[in-house]
């Protein structure tokens, strides 16, 4: 445990040392306010025309279900873009400059040094979440949401992040170069995304097979506010098996030289 | 303190290292000699535990790299060729970091990274980036983060590659300096690094050991006679005759001839000093003696006849012929 802080520490200075966690940051915050702005803009058009057809009180709209619910849906896509940028460096980097000679003739077991990146890079995400709470505590500021489908929609969102960064980081460790690693990241993130489309038209078990693949339709119910075992239970055993195909290859890497 | 015993390393068809076994004990310093590519890196990246071998066993510090990773690595230090910092990250960071994952207690670490960094003479770019560093420096803080958790065997890759004459000769001092508590081994493809700073070398050659000895031994075992290099001045005349008539002299080869100064090698019978026979009989002469001394086989001569011919083993080529065949020796005793 010692040894997984010690690296985790180390990723989350290098993040913030070097210009990747600002950015990263910069853009986020930039494309999620965007994203807001047009919802809530949006959003509030549509509550004042009700108002018009006299609907108050009670039947007034709920800001959970009619803004907060596509906003958060909207940003998983915003994930996908910006993740890549997060988990592109974890090995790669290490290997083009030699520092993973350090990681590996370290006493430090190959699962140690996988968390650690793996909580490094997590905790770059859980920052660029906790940049998005201004946003709803905006909404808390002029209305009246529910908290807890919130706080379950974040659940859910940390709990997608984590299998987005154990396929980056499986991803990193394939190669030297940080650009290839961040397209193929890209590519698998984005397939992982649309994997559904074809669904609908493939037939009845092909439709069920791609939406239990696809990361994103996993986080509907989070967003609704339920917490499903089964989701909770995809998610982690995804991240497993990212971190497990992280291991593997690292150690592959190690006999082939 | 370390023991190899039979290791080989195949990348798939190509065979890096191959059956090669040496040991180093407690506080030596091994010269690990060998032209680019002979399988010098990939047996330390072996020893260090950074890859595993395809066949044979390697002993570090009493634990066994393969079946104990973790407590052989807690007792080596490592420096690869190229030093693995970190760019954006200060040079007590940095040490810091290497502390902490090499498992120096939290208690100990600002002691321990102060000695090392007065030790490798660091302590004024303390808080420089690892990245703006120059070549010197950047060698010098890699052999502060190889020695930061006091290991038992060090493990060098080219220590002194890329830095100036002075830096050199420091780094050396401080190699010598940590032999006494610390067992070394470090590679090199320059030979007299070797003869400066090492009790044994290895020469490995396209991943064979071709020698194993101290760098006395190694120049002994390969000069077949002993051989003396004396320059004269004769006014003209010929000292060949006079000098290959004396006891114990082989052969007289005159190598240089330049107005009236001439030089001649001259070989005699192994373990006979013919010295003061040689000073008397060209005093007696008349002539003037200019120069009068040994001639040692230089480690680089050492090397070259090792590695350019493959078939010529060392036992083969210290029984009998003079060092100057050693080299082009094609048809060796053995081959």
């Keep these: ?257 | 303190m370390i023991e190899v015993q039979n290791l080989s390393k195949r990348y798939g068809r190509v065979t890096a290292v191959d059956d090669i076994s040496f040991k180093v004990e407690r506080g030596e310093i091994l010269g690990f000699l060998g032209p680019n590519g002979a399988g010098k890196t990939t047996t330390m990246r072996i020893l260090t535990g950074y890859m595993p071998a395809t066949e044979g066993k390697a002993i570090v510090a009493g634990f066994d790299v393969f079946e104990q990773p973790i407590e052989a690595k807690r007792r080596t230090g490592y420096l690869p060729e190229t030093p693995p910092l970190y760019p954006d990250t200060s040079v007590v960071d940095y040490l810091g970091f290497v502390a902490r994952i090499k498992g120096v207690p939290a208690a100990e670490r600002t002691q321990r990274i102060q000695q090392v960094m007065e030790r490798t003479r660091i302590t004024d770019v303390a808080n420089r980036l690892c990245g703006k560093l120059s070549k010197g420096y950047r060698q010098r803080v890699g052999l502060a983060q190889a020695i930061i958790h006091n290991p038992d065997v060090l493990i060098l890759d080219e220590p002194t590659a890329g830095l100036d004459p002075k830096q050199i000769i420091e780094t050396r001092e401080l190699i010598k300096e940590l032999a006494g508590t610390h067992t070394i081994i470090l590679s090199t493809h320059i030979l007299p690094e070797v003869s400066q700073t090492c009790q044994r070398v290895v020469i490995i050659n396209k991943g064979h050991v071709v020698a194993v000895d101290t760098p006395d031994n190694l120049t002994a075992r390969l000069r077949g006679s002993e051989t003396m290099y004396v320059q004269v001045d004769t006014s003209g005349a010929d000292a060949s005759a006079a000098l290959s008539r004396l006891p114990g002299v082989t052969r007289v080869l005159e190598a240089e001839r330049k107005d009236h100064y001439i030089s001649y090698e001259i070989d005699s019978e192994r373990g006979r000093d013919v010295r003061r026979d040689l000073a008397r009989t060209i005093v007696s002469s008349g002539w003037g003696l200019l120069e009068l001394r040994p001639m040692r086989m230089s480690l680089e001569d050492i090397f070259l006849s090792l590695t350019t011919d493959e078939t010529q083993t060392p036992a083969a080529a210290g029984d009998a012929p003079p060092p100057e065949t050693v080299a082009t020796a094609t048809d060796g005793a053995e081959s």
Excluded at chain 1, 17 to 30: C, E, F, M, Q, R
Excluded at chain 1, 97 to 117: A, N, Q, R, V
Excluded at chain 1, 221 to 245: A, E, N, P, Q, R
Aim: hydrophobic share 50%.
């Design chain 1, 1 to 257: 445990m010692r040894n997984i802080l010690a690296i985790a520490q180390k990723e989350i200075k290098a993040y913030f040392a070097g210009p990747i966690a600002y950015i990263t940051l910069g853009v986020w915050a930039l494309m999620y306010g965007w994203f807001f702005n047009a919802l809530l803009q949006f959003f509030v058009r549509q509550s004042m025309q009700m108002n018009q057809f006299g609907m108050q009180g009670p039947q007034a709209m709920n800001v959970n279900q009619q803004m907060i619910r596509p906003l958060l849906q909207n940003v998983t896509v915003l994930i996908l873009f910006v993740m890549p940028g997060i988990t592109m460096r974890t090995y790669s980097e290490e290997k083009r400059s030699g520092t993973i000679e350090l990681l590996l003739t370290s006493p430090l077991t190959d699962f140690e040094i996988i968390m650690g990146k793996f909580i490094g890079a997590l905790t770059l995400y859980g920052v660029m979440l906790a940049v998005t709470l201004i946003h709803i505590g905006v909404l808390f500021v002029y209305g009246r949401p529910e908290w807890k489908p919130i706080v379950t929609a974040y659940v859910g969102m940390l709990l997608m992040g984590g299998c987005f960064i154990s396929v980056g980081l499986f991803i990193s460790s394939l190669t030297k170069n940080q650009i290839a690693a961040f397209m193929l990241t890209f590519g698998t993130f984005l397939l992982l995304w649309v994997i559904t489309w074809i669904g609908s038209f493939a037939g009845p078990t092909i439709d069920k097979l791609t939406q239990y693949l696809s990361i994103v339709d996993h986080l509907d119910d989070f967003s609704k506010g339920v917490i499903d075992t089964t989701h909770v239970i995809y998610y982690l055993s995804f991240m497993t098996f990212g971190l497990f195909l992280t291991a593997k290859a690292v150690d592959s890497e190690r006999w082939r030289g």
